[in-house]
T-cell receptor
Framework: GAGVSQSPSNKVTEKGKDVELRCDPISGHTALYWYRQSLGQGLEFLIY????????KSGLPSDRFSAERTGGSVSTLTIQRTQQEDSAVYLC??????????????FGEGSWLTVV | KQEVTQIPAALSVPEGENLVLNCSFTDSAIYNLQWFRQDPGKGLTSLLLIQSSQREQTSGRLNASLDKSSGRSTLYIAASQPGDSATYLCAVTNAGGTSYGKLTFGQGTILTVHP
């Protein structure tokens, strides 16, 4: 597709279960980002990939959160042992290069996660 | 730590009015500043990107200005329309190191334009 694609678009899971969220960036974009948007917290940076490596993962809130990227393309965000406070919209974004000078960042429509 | 503040938090205006949304940031060492639009239940759409060396950017009825030294940006919307109703988010990229890919967002301004 032409844009950043995320799946699933909606996920309801029971507390304690693991979830995987997938992101397909725009073809050719080397930089990929995960953000979280929760009520009252606004948009928070989670992790940044340049190619398959993650030079900045400082926003991951706990060791229950992990992410990987393979083939310089698809990325998966995994949340283990989900908690109710993990309920949020998880947004993926990509841009043509890591340095944003002159490069717009493109966001997907997000994966809406609800932990019950 | 960079902090971004947007004022007002919400704004309701009649159609046709010109309006200004404000964004301020605490650390002036930024790479660029972007304005985004978010419709309910949707992702973010980039509206305007201003590099740190630039003073303003224009796209159609939108004009964004940047005063890096004072840590301020404004988004001006001319002749507002009901279709402009959305949440508008301001975000900065801090200069240096691995933070190039990291945006710091404001809390957004919820705009409602009524007919």
């Amino acid at each position: 597709g032409a844009g950043v694609s995320q799946s699933p678009s909606n996920k309801v899971t029971e507390k304690g279960k693991d979830v995987e969220l997938r992101c397909d960036p725009i073809s050719g974009h080397t930089a990929l980002y995960w953000y979280r948007q929760s009520l009252g917290q606004g948009l928070e940076f989670l992790i940044y990939f340049q190619g398959n490596s993650a030079p900045d993962k400082s926003g991951l809130p706990s060791d229950r959160f992990s992410a990987e990227r393979t083939g310089g393309s698809v990325s998966t965000l995994t949340i283990q042992r989900t908690q109710q406070e993990d309920s949020a919209v998880y947004l993926c974004a990509s841009s043509p290069a890591g340095k944003l000078a002159g490069n717009t960042i493109y966001f997907g429509e997000g994966s809406w996660l609800t932990v019950v | 730590k960079q902090e971004v503040t947007q004022i007002p938090a919400a704004l309701s205006v009649p159609e046709g009015e010109n309006l200004v949304l404000n964004c301020s940031f605490t650390d002036s060492a930024i790479y660029n500043l972007q304005w985004f639009r978010q419709d309910p239940g949707k992702g973010l759409t980039s509206l305007l990107l201003i590099q740190s060396s630039q003073r303003e950017q224009t796209s159609g009825r939108l004009n964004a200005s940047l005063d890096k030294s004072s840590g301020r940006s404004t988004l001006y919307i001319a002749a507002s329309q009901p279709g402009d109703s959305a949440t508008y988010l301001c975000a900065v990229t801090n200069a240096g190191g691995t933070s190039y890919g990291k945006l710091t967002f404001g809390q957004g301004t919820i705009l409602t334009v009524h007919p």
